[in-house]
């Protein structure tokens, strides 16, 4: 009898979720082929370089952070870093941070040294209770890793397991990562050094749960990495991984809509923007997952073959675009002409008004007037981003996502010197402050803005600032730059609002709450009936209990918006999830849950056995398992009583 043939695959986009699902299902034995719109792989995580490529620059991320998750797909795909000529290097220290005052703050994974930087602020109690805060965010990482970032919540249902009840409580996700560190740290300087990490989550501090704490571990505990040659180079190691294995990419191919069956029941393949149409067993989509639902999953004006249609439009797009977004940045690139010994690789200036300067992101969307930024000196821990005795120079500020303000709101005055900032800015007439109207705490990233103004008040700002903290004048320096604004993001990348992390982390928008990782089917008598809150999303898992398949068959998505979430190693788990997820559907084994692990209890004895006494569990665990009861409880009604209405 002939062999069966091979499954096959399409995946939209090339980020770091569509490589390595790329190159999980061609180790599973799929036919791959991914489409990427742009003619570079990586996404966001991509790299930029001068004119002359003697300067690179990481477009997007530029630390990395949860290690272990690297590792474990570079294992389960039968390889390693180092097999793929992957270089970490430890970035020491983490960071420096720069107060209004002129105080600094040292970070690292160097306990001496964390417990001198400590002990300076808050004496040695402050110390003890550091340990303390090590201790609760360890339990955070641990958990979450295990019980969320690798396993699916795919329904309500999926919230039920034991494992996670009796840890809902341990996580605190009801109390603010702000609350939580206050707890341990009684100066406001140290406060504000232990909660700044939630900007990598796109929140602010004051809203993000205390569950992310993890990330200051993982920097704490296991330290902060970067990859030799930019953060590109553990994509271009997937992508290297996944071709071997026999993955096609296609690059500068955009994909025009999603092909489902008629009726929305399950998808087909896709249509291209020249008219071709590609055919597969399963569809993953890795562009921005509410331009997905919005555009691609939108009806065409003609279809190609009468028996596909494209799904219609549905509400469900609609709330999704409605759900809280993460902030937007601007991005300012510059190549130096010497080297800046007063920075690290990577510096942290916080806002005097640190509170205010988050409200102003992420509650009102505006570009604040005083902006707490990260500046990223790639070339301090790998000379080759720049040339010999040069920096590379990034400076993100987070702002908030686009707005759609009408024409002609919250423009900014100005001359015409200020519209087109030049390879060497130097002068500009005033910066955000300036410009703000006096009663609004900085400057709308609309639709509408002009940009290049808006470009030249943000780099005043921030040269103003490095300069006054540091006593460095950066101005005269840069030889280069490149810049990237809310309107770059979306229309590079098709983000939604400019939202560089995608959709927000609050409670109500992770876990079974965040788009699953299957592509939901439309249900026309809930969808958009309830708008895009808190009460939309309950909803519409409460109905989804009930229907009998919720889901468009043979389509997935993966990347920051659907679960687990945001950030390089979380799409790198979500891509992980995907991949087991087709498999399962399929029928078909997954490769990697063979490979024998290392470290495990099997073949312990004597002095190594482990012998955890049971009483150890914390109180907190069983009043989490008490809560969560309640919650089911009440989930159950609400879903009668909608059920009957």
Same mark, same amino acid.
């Not at 082929?33 to 742009?38: D, H």
């Not at 100066?187 to 909660?195: K, Q």
């Not at 990490?197 to 920097?219: C, H, K, N, R, V």
């Not at 995907?578 to 084994?589: C, H, N, R, T």
């Given at each position: 009898?002939?062999?069966?043939?091979?499954?096959?695959?399409?995946?939209?986009?090339?980020? @770091?979720?569509?490589?390595?699902?790329?190159?999980?299902?061609?180790?599973?034995?799929?036919?791959?082929?991914?489409?990427?719109?742009?003619?570079?792989?990586?996404?966001?995580?991509?790299?930029?370089?001068?004119?002359?490529?003697?300067?690179?620059?990481?477009?997007?991320? *530029?630390?990395?952070?949860?290690?272990? /998750?690297?590792?474990?797909?570079?294992?389960?795909?039968?390889?390693?870093?180092?097999?793929?000529?992957?270089?970490?290097?430890?970035?020491?220290?983490?960071?420096?941070?720069?107060?209004?005052?002129?105080?600094?703050?040292?970070?690292?994974?160097?306990?001496? &040294?964390?417990?001198?930087?400590?002990?300076?602020?808050?004496?040695?109690?402050?110390?003890?209770?550091?340990?303390?805060? /090590?201790?609760?965010?360890?339990?955070?990482?641990?958990?979450?890793?295990?019980?969320? &970032? !690798?396993?699916?919540?795919?329904? &309500?249902?999926?919230?039920?397991?034991?494992?996670?009840?009796?840890?809902?409580?341990?996580?605190?996700?009801?109390?603010?990562?702000?609350?939580?560190? *206050?707890?341990?740290?009684?100066?406001?300087?140290?406060? #504000?050094?232990?909660?700044?990490?939630?900007?990598?989550?796109?929140?602010?501090?004051?809203?993000?749960?205390?569950?992310?704490?993890?990330?200051?571990?993982?920097?704490?505990?296991?330290?902060?990495?970067?990859?030799?040659?930019?953060?590109? #180079?553990?994509?271009?190691?997937?992508?290297?991984?996944?071709?071997?294995?026999?993955?096609?990419?296609? /690059?500068?191919?955009?994909?025009?809509? @999603?092909?489902?069956?008629?009726?929305?029941?399950?998808?087909?393949?896709?249509?291209?923007?020249?008219?071709?149409?590609?055919?597969?067993?399963?569809?993953?989509?890795?562009?921005?997952?509410?331009?997905?639902?919005?555009? !691609?999953?939108?009806?065409?004006?003609? *279809?190609?073959?009468?028996?596909?249609? %494209?799904?219609? %439009?549905?509400?469900?797009?609609?709330?999704?675009? =409605?759900?809280?977004?993460?902030?937007?940045?601007?991005?300012?690139?510059?190549?130096?002409?010497?080297?800046?010994?007063?920075?690290?690789?990577?510096?942290?200036?916080?806002?005097?008004?640190?509170?205010?300067?988050?409200?102003?992101?992420?509650?009102?969307?505006?570009?604040?007037?005083?902006?707490?930024?990260?500046?990223?000196?790639?070339?301090?821990?790998?000379?080759?981003?720049?040339?010999?005795?040069?920096?590379?120079?990034?400076?993100?500020?987070?702002?908030?996502?686009?707005?759609?303000?009408?024409?002609?709101?919250?423009?900014?005055?100005?001359?015409?010197?200020?519209?087109?900032?030049?390879?060497?800015?130097?002068?500009?007439?005033?910066?955000?402050?300036?410009?703000? %109207?006096?009663?609004?705490?900085?400057?709308?990233?609309?639709?509408?803005?002009?940009?290049?103004?808006?470009?030249?008040?943000?780099?005043?700002?921030?040269?103003?600032?490095?300069?006054?903290?540091?006593?460095?004048?950066?101005?005269?320096?840069?030889?280069?730059?490149?810049?990237?604004?809310?309107?770059?993001?979306?229309?590079?990348?098709?983000?939604?609002?400019?939202?560089?992390?995608?959709?927000?982390?609050?409670?109500?928008?992770?876990?079974?709450?965040?788009?699953?990782?299957?592509?939901?089917?439309?249900?026309?008598?809930?969808?958009?009936?309830?708008?895009?809150?808190?009460?939309?999303?309950?909803?519409?898992?409460?109905?989804?209990?009930?229907?009998?398949?919720?889901?468009?068959?043979?389509?997935?998505?993966?990347?920051? *918006?659907?679960?687990?979430?945001?950030?390089?190693?979380?799409?790198?788990?979500?891509?992980?999830?995907?991949?087991? =997820?087709?498999?399962?559907?399929?029928?078909?084994?997954?490769?990697?849950?063979?490979?024998?692990?290392?470290?495990?209890?099997?073949?312990?004895?004597?002095?190594?056995?482990?012998?955890? %006494?049971?009483?150890?569990?914390?109180?907190?665990?069983?009043?989490?398992?008490?809560?969560?009861?309640?919650?089911?409880?009440?989930?159950?009604?609400?879903?009668? !009583?909608?059920?009957?209405?």
């Amino acid at each position: 009898m002939p062999a069966s043939p091979r499954p096959t695959a399409l995946i939209i986009g090339a980020g @770091i979720g569509g490589t390595s699902t790329a190159a999980r299902l061609a180790h599973a034995g799929f036919d791959v082929t991914v489409l990427e719109k742009n003619t570079f792989t990586g996404g966001r995580c991509s790299l930029l370089h001068s004119p002359d490529h003697a300067y690179r620059f990481d477009q997007g991320p *530029s630390l990395l952070l949860l290690p272990r /998750l690297f590792h474990q797909t570079f294992a389960d795909l039968g390889t390693s870093l180092v097999a793929e000529g992957v270089e970490l290097r430890k970035c020491e220290p983490n960071y420096r941070v720069h107060f209004g005052d002129g105080e600094v703050f040292t970070l690292s994974s160097d306990v001496a &040294l964390m417990k001198r930087e400590v002990e300076r602020w808050e004496g040695k109690e402050g110390f003890e209770r550091y340990l303390g805060f /090590l201790a609760e965010s360890g339990r955070h990482y641990e958990i979450s890793v295990e019980q969320v &970032l !690798l396993r699916n919540f795919e329904s &309500l249902r999926a919230m039920l397991r034991w494992e996670f009840l009796k840890s809902v409580l341990v996580l605190h996700p009801f109390e603010s990562i702000w609350t939580r560190a *206050s707890k341990y740290f009684w100066t406001e300087r140290l406060r #504000r050094v232990f909660t700044f990490g939630s900007m990598y989550m796109g929140m602010s501090p004051f809203d993000a749960p205390g569950t992310y704490s993890l990330l200051q571990y993982t920097e704490l505990a296991e330290g902060v990495w970067y990859p030799v040659g930019g953060f590109h #180079r553990v994509v271009q190691a997937l992508v290297e991984v996944g071709e071997r294995k026999g993955v096609v990419y296609r /690059l500068g191919t955009e994909v025009k809509r @999603i092909v489902v069956e008629e009726g929305g029941a399950r998808a087909v393949g896709v249509e291209l923007e020249g008219g071709e149409v590609l055919k597969a067993d399963v569809v993953v989509n890795n562009s921005d997952l509410v331009y997905a639902y919005t555009s !691609l999953l939108a009806p065409a004006s003609s *279809s190609p073959e009468p028996k596909l249609v %494209p799904q219609p %439009p549905t509400p469900y797009a609609a709330s999704l675009q =409605q759900r809280p977004a993460s902030c937007s940045s601007i991005s300012f690139y510059w190549a130096l002409d010497r080297r800046v010994p007063q920075l690290e690789a990577h510096n942290i200036f916080l806002a005097d008004q640190y509170k205010e300067s988050f409200d102003s992101i992420f509650k009102k969307h505006l570009i604040p007037d005083e902006p707490s930024f990260y500046v990223n000196v790639p070339s301090r821990v790998d000379p080759s981003a720049a040339p010999e005795d040069k920096d590379s120079v990034v400076v993100l500020v987070p702002v908030g996502h686009l707005l759609d303000a009408p024409a002609g709101e919250g423009a900014i005055p100005t001359s015409p010197a200020q519209t087109t900032p030049t390879a060497s800015p130097t002068t500009t007439n005033g910066d955000i402050k300036s410009k703000s %109207p006096p009663t609004q705490p900085g400057l709308p990233p609309s639709q509408t803005q002009d940009w290049p103004a808006m470009l030249a008040l943000a780099r005043q700002t921030i040269l103003s600032t490095i300069k006054t903290r540091t006593n460095l004048d950066l101005a005269p320096l840069i030889l280069h730059e490149t810049t990237n604004t809310p309107q770059t993001w979306k229309t590079k990348f098709n983000l939604d609002r400019g939202a560089i992390l995608g959709l927000s982390h609050s409670f109500f928008n992770v876990l079974a709450f965040r788009p699953s990782t299957r592509a939901r089917k439309a249900n026309e008598w809930v969808d958009g009936k309830f708008g895009g809150g808190v009460l939309g999303r309950v909803v519409e898992l409460v109905t989804d209990l009930g229907r009998g398949e919720p889901a468009v068959k043979g389509l997935y998505m993966v990347g920051a *918006s659907a679960h687990p979430g945001t950030g390089v190693p979380i799409c790198l788990a979500g891509g992980k999830l995907v991949a087991e =997820q087709i498999l399962g559907d399929l029928g078909l084994g997954v490769p990697w849950r063979e490979r024998v692990e290392v470290g495990g209890e099997e073949g312990k004895g004597g002095l190594d056995r482990v012998d955890r %006494p049971g009483w150890l569990d914390s109180w907190e665990q069983w009043v989490g398992i008490v809560v969560a009861f309640a919650v089911v409880v009440w989930t159950c009604m609400l879903w009668f !009583l909608v059920g009957f209405r």
